[in-house]
Nanobody, 121 residues
């Protein structure tokens, strides 16, 4: 059974920084890409950042220049460094991984339980 476990969410003041972590465990043959999504109250879940197996990254326009995604494919972990946080970054952040459990499986998405980030003075 694949599990994604996030950590690092907290209350932080505007302008502050946080680092989120996500570790994948269980039977995993390969990971195509990993990413972070967030869902604010009353809003749909949205992509924040994604990192692919080749190291290429993509970011939502709202976080470009402030957030940095990184990962260690061998350790099946990823991180999201969030700087210059704004109140509008307040949300539950979810770790996502598109992976294959076994060599013959089709890659499909898996989700963590979420970690809450609150940006407020």
């Amino acid at each position: 059974q694949v599990q994604l476990v996030e950590s690092g969410g907290s209350l932080v003041q505007p302008g502050g920084s946080l680092r989120l972590s996500c570790a994948a465990s269980g039977t995993i043959f390969s990971i195509n890409n990993m990413g972070w999504y967030r869902q604010a109250p009353g809003k749909e879940r949205e992509l924040v950042a994604r990192i692919s197996i080749d190291g290429s990254t993509a970011y939502a326009d709202s976080v470009k220049g402030r957030f940095t995604i990184s990962g260690d494919n061998a350790k099946k972990t990823q991180f999201l460094q969030m700087n210059s946080l704004k109140p509008e970054d307040t949300a539950v952040y979810y770790c996502n991984a598109n992976l294959r459990e076994r060599w013959f499986d089709v890659a499909r998405p898996y989700w963590g339980q979420g970690t809450r980030v609150t940006v407020s003075s």
